[in-house]
């Protein structure tokens, strides 16, 4: 395939999603890679060691906030174009802690907007005869910014904003100030919101792998509330092709939805995972018979938001893809993928969490 962005950092290139999407341009593409990340507690550079001695991937550990880091990194490689998915990411952890997420999410994209129009700005006087030069900030946002839906309907690119959690308030800030830039200063960008992702390599504070694991070892599986709470999941290595579609392909100033059209309650989720478990792991820890037994109702989540459910047909119909994986098919894998990757999860139980619950408010 040819792509005409040839050299493109990634922000957040160690966490969940940035691995899938730094993994995607190294093995399937001739695009050379610039991973920026602080290494934070969800950061892991273990899940880039299939490629992180590839001569196209390069590594920066630095800070998005750090201006002088940034404007370095952006006037060392020159790149194409900016894939921005650095962000404290955890509903639960914005609960207990939200000064981190308006630091990173708000504080971070607005500096990384400044260094991108100053670069972008030198870019167009150095290369005003060269109608091949050009870059694009591309922002990687989420579908909690647009809040809750009620019983029925999606999620479109022109839904409005209601976010109702510090996390989802500090994407919807940086969505704003991304747009801003893009108005006031002309700066090229293209953003789009993405629905739940699971798959391999996330970070066990998240709903599938912690139940995966609290399975396995004979845990309580914990559902806030009567687990009716409703998600669009989209496997994040579907989400990766799409990302990378969208940041060759996607027109400056649109907004692109990602969804895996798998709307699933938690229980729903949970119970699927258990039934998975029961065919994979048949022998089971304790005295259960059956995984689903091992599910616990407990206290919601503060100001949790009901349903959220995705609309993906403009990136279909403008850019031509679609989910490959259905939630059945991607279940499966991602089950299969933490129970033959121990090491990689025991190292994070052993360090950074262990399990334990999060987000019931914190104390000032």
């Avoid at 839904?159 to 002309?186: E, F, I, M, N």
């Amino acid at each position: 395939m040819n792509f005409r962005r040839k050299k493109v950092i990634v922000t957040g290139g160690a966490g969940f999603i940035g691995s899938a999407v730094i993994r995607q341009l190294v093995n399937e593409t001739d695009i050379t890679v610039i991973n920026v990340d602080a290494l934070t507690y969800a950061g892991n550079f273990e899940s880039l060691d299939s490629v992180s001695k590839h001569p196209r991937n390069h590594f920066e550990h630095a800070d998005i906030r750090d201006r002088g880091a940034m404007e370095r990194i952006f006037q060392e490689y020159q790149p194409d174009a900016l894939m921005h998915l650095a962000a404290e990411s955890h509903v639960d952890r914005s609960i207990d802690g939200p000064a981190e997420f308006i630091e990173t999410n708000i504080i971070g994209t607005y500096t990384l907007l400044e260094v991108a129009r100053q670069y972008w700005q030198e870019c167009r006087q150095s290369s005003a005869n060269d109608s091949e030069k050009s870059f694009i900030f591309h922002h990687i946002s989420t579908d909690e910014v647009f809040g809750s839906l009620g019983d029925e309907g999606l999620f479109t690119e022109s839904s409005s904003y209601q976010p109702s959690s510090p996390y989802s308030a500090s994407k919807a800030s940086s969505d704003h100030l991304v747009r801003a830039w893009h108005h006031t200063y002309g700066l090229p960008v293209v953003i789009t919101h993405c629905s739940n992702n699971y798959g391999p390599y996330q970070f066990p504070e998240k709903l599938i792998p912690l139940m995966i694991l609290n399975a396995i070892s004979g845990k309580a599986l914990p559902i806030y509330g009567k687990g009716d709470q409703i998600r669009d999941w989209l496997h994040v290595e579907d989400h990766a092709r799409a990302l990378v579609k969208v940041v060759q392909d996607g027109a400056d100033g649109e907004t692109y939805n990602i969804g895996g059209h798998n709307e699933k309650t938690n229980l729903e989720v949970v119970k699927t995972l258990c039934s998975v478990l029961d065919k994979l792991v048949p022998d089971h820890p304790g005295e259960i018979e059956r995984y689903e037994e091992l599910i616990t109702y407990v206290e919601d989540r503060p100001g949790h938001d009901m349903h959220y459910a995705i609309d993906a047909s403009k990136i279909d119909r403008e850019l031509g893809w679609h989910p490959v994986e259905t939630f059945e098919t991607g279940i499966k894998k991602t089950v299969e993928w933490y129970l033959n990757h121990k090491t990689w999860w025991q190292r994070i139980q052993d360090g950074s969490y262990q399990g334990e619950r999060i987000g019931l408010g914190g104390k000032i």
